[in-house]
T-cell receptor, first 113, second 113 residues
């Protein structure tokens, strides 16, 4: 049981390049989330998916797209990377029920030059 | 006003002392409250959650919630150097079909020998 996994761990892009961050969970959770974390800003929600086949914008969605490929996988795409997207990206999935809890993946460090 | 506010610290406590971490939130509709610990370069990991007013204890950790004052705290008894990390407060609210966490920017705790 690996929990939440993310690939890659680290990536360097040039401005204008595109890439997809991958996330998968093996806990059979319905809801999945993408956050970015920047110094002094805390964790901010980019997009989330309440269930397979649905996605919704979070607090900072501009410049990103997402795909909920199936129940396990939720990817984040940067179509044209900008230096402002330099950040650490975390994927999370959530249990359901009365004691719902979010569990985080190890993160992807992205540097856009 | 930020939705979730925490003192950024650092909060420095000697080994063996009680560390007290505080968090206030603005949304009275918030339903559940979480404390995450984040070591430098790592992902957030859940320490505790609390739903009801009062105290909740788990080992050396006690979470306290006062919904009337919109205040959540985390007490760490017998602080250890391994407790040195950033502690993130998060509040949860259910919107439409999904619940969303809003995070504070975190308090950095330093436990000194």
């Amino acid at each position: 049981n690996a929990g939440v996994t993310q690939t890659p761990k680290f990536q360097v892009l040039k401005t204008g390049q595109s890439m997809t961050l991958q996330c998968a969970q093996d806990m059979n959770h319905n809801s999945m989330y993408w956050y970015r974390q920047d110094p002094g800003m805390g964790l901010r929600l980019i997009y989330y998916s309440a269930s397979e086949g649905t996605t919704d914008k979070g607090e900072v969605p501009n410049g990103y797209n997402v795909s909920r490929l199936n129940k396990r996988e939720f990817s984040l795409r940067l179509e044209s990377a900008a230096p402002s997207q330099t950040s650490v990206y975390f994927c999370a999935s959530r249990t359901s029920g009365a004691q719902e809890t979010q569990y985080f993946g190890p993160g992807t460090r992205l540097l856009v030059l | 006003q930020k939705e979730v506010e925490q003192n950024s610290g650092p909060l420095s406590v000697p080994e063996g002392a009680i560390a007290s971490l505080n968090c206030t939130y603005s949304d009275r509709g918030s339903q559940s409250f979480f404390w995450y610990r984040q070591y430098s370069g790592k992902s957030p990991e859940l320490i505790m959650f609390i739903y009801s007013n009062g105290d909740k204890e788990d080992g050396r950790f006690t979470a306290q919630l006062n919904k009337a004052s919109q205040y959540v705290s985390l007490l760490i008894r017998d602080s250890q150097p391994s407790d040195s990390a950033t502690y993130l407060c998060a509040v949860n609210r259910f919107f439409d079909t999904a619940s969303k966490l809003t995070f504070g920017t975190g308090t950095r705790l330093q436990v000194t020998l």
